[in-house]
T-cell receptor
Framework: GENVEQHPSTLSVQEGDSAVIKCTYSDSASNYFPWYKQELGKGPQLIIDIRSNVGEKKDQRIAVTLNKTAKHFSLHITETQPEDSAVYFCAAGGPGTYKYIFGTGTRLKVLA | GAVVSQHPSRVICKSGTSVKIECRSLDFQATTMFWYRQFPKQSLMLMATSNEGSKATYEQGVEKDKFLINHASLTLSTLTVTSAHPEDSSFYIC??????????FGSGTRLTVV
């Protein structure tokens, strides 16, 4: 069935460094790729998303890239700060449905 | 932006009792809402899709008689965990979608069955 692989599962970076999280999806019909940040004891919050007609999207320190041919998409966080520490989930969704497949999550720790 | 409110945030109940969790879309109408379960340090597992005015669609392996879902209005879906047991203890999260805007998640409910 469809699945989304996410790597790494944990990531520690020094404050100010960049962090990159990668996801690979299997369903070639997927056309929407959101990224969520989840802090302890809270629900996931959408931080950025990208659609299949776009290769890259940026919002301040956060960017997402998409390679449709390879079925890869990545989250890039620059100038990381301690408050960026959280679990990040990628997801992939198909046309006409909100039934998204989530990655397994990446626990990001930004060391001060 | 879209806001989804989920209550309660925490609940402790005794084995054998039932617990109801509410999910409300505050500033938009949601014909479809979703219920997830999340175990510690794991990803979100979709339990069911809640459809306004019709029966919920459950994922494989999810007992529909145990996890009752009601979506009586365009802004409210409820999940009732019936005859709860300690193994039902988990973090339950709802979400609602808008066309072209993706999901918005609720803040989650930590259920502990003792």
């Amino acid at each position: 069935g469809e699945n989304v692989e996410q790597h790494p599962s944990t990531l520690s970076v020094q404050e100010g460094d960049s962090a990159v999280i990668k996801c690979t999806y299997s369903d070639s019909a997927s056309n929407y790729f959101p990224w969520y940040k989840q802090e302890l004891g809270k629900g996931p919050q959408l931080i950025i998303d990208i659609r299949s007609n776009v290769g890259e999207k940026k919002d301040q320190r956060i960017a997402v890239t998409l390679n449709k041919t390879a079925k890869h998409f990545s989250l890039h966080i620059t100038e990381t700060q301690p408050e960026d520490s959280a679990v990040y989930f990628c997801a992939a969704g198909g046309p006409g449905t909100y039934k998204y497949i989530f990655g397994t999550g990446t626990r990001l720790k930004v060391l001060a | 932006g879209a806001v989804v409110s989920q209550h309660p945030s925490r609940v402790i109940c005794k084995s054998g009792t039932s617990v109801k969790i509410e999910c409300r879309s505050l500033d938009f109408q949601a014909t479809t809402m979703f219920w997830y379960r999340q175990f510690p340090k794991q990803s979100l597992m979709l339990m069911a899709t809640s459809n306004e005015g019709s029966k919920a669609t459950y994922e494989q392996g999810v007992e529909k008689d145990k996890f009752l879902i009601n979506h009586a209005s365009l802004t409210l879906s409820t999940l009732t965990v019936t005859s709860a047991h300690p193994e039902d203890s988990s973090f339950y999260i709802c979400s609602a979608g808008q066309i072209n805007y993706g999901y918005t998640f609720g803040s989650g409910t930590r259920l502990t069955v003792v």
